[in-house]
């Protein structure tokens, strides 16, 4: 990484390595025709995550998926592609997607908890309990050495009450990601779009080469005040839940220390603008159009922009054994304003608004730039 700086020692521009985005939702369709070319312009490769609909559950699904991604970003993208772990999910299908199609791992969704999480895992149990297909799945996937993608979130507590959204990391970290440990100790495990101070704690003692984690820019910008500032925010709304002050700062403080089991995973998820001004709001936002740029604005704000490259460009592919990109990109401290939405082709008598896809921060300022 090259940090240039001004004659005030502060950093103007740097030019780093190609990065990856280790958590992405390109969707499909129309979608993913304006999605792809805006991720390849930033990202060398990147995990495609599976919850389209119908999911991702079979080898020949990855591989048509895989293609109808790459005519759209060009062959130099690497698209690292997963799969979705239901309560049927078959290990054949898993060894087959992995052998044929560049298949990294399997996202575990609890079910109901999050977009298009109907398919999920109905007990979070079965990824510890032997003889349920789940279970077998992780054998699997220690045995072939591909990755399980954990959506750390539980739904219930161990009596079956329900549990406030706030606590639904933690609950997870502290209760289930031990049992999938001790029950599959040569499983790879990529911690997804960590929230909060217990996920981060979690994670500082026990990340290594078999352990790691994914951090969001928004979950790094972001606090519930930014939520609800006037009202609901629905532009400003994921699973999971952004977290007060003090998740953001602990995270922060996780992303600076430049440790080799925390990497970048934008979590980009556009919805049309129907789905997010609804009477229930679909969790996700676009990120894409500054997939990067708000890193640096996060890790600058950090003091931290040395150690920007390898979480963004070096981390995740070495977590996941492909190469690092040899290209680089440039980013420059240059505020510009995110301007329109970015538009589908929409049914006749169709919603606009299912055409209409808004982005994060719109009329609102990027600090840092990606230079053409
Ligand atoms: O906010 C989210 N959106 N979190 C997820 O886990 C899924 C994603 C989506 O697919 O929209
Ligand atoms: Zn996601």
Redesign the pocket.
Known sequence: VQLIKDTDGRVTSIVMRKPFDM?H?VRDGEMLKVIAPMLARRFAGGII?P?TSPPIVTAKQVGDYRKRLLDETGEDFTPLMTMYLTDTLDCDEVMEASKLHDMFGVKYYPRGLTTNSDSGVADPASLWTPGTRPYEVLQTLSRIRRTLLL?AADGFDRTGKELNPYEQEPHFIRETLPRIKDAHPHLKISV??LSTIEGADYMQSNGDAFLGCSLTSQHLLLDTRDLHRGGFNAHRSWFPIIQGEEHKERLLALAKKGLPFVWLGT?S?PHPVSDKEAACCKG?VMMVHAGIELYAEAFDKAGALANLEDFASKNGPNFYGVQQSNDTITLRRQSWTVLENFSLPVADGADPRSGVVRPFRLGEQVEWQLAA
């Open positions: 958590h939702h995550m919850n959506h997804e779009h979590d998820a996700g």
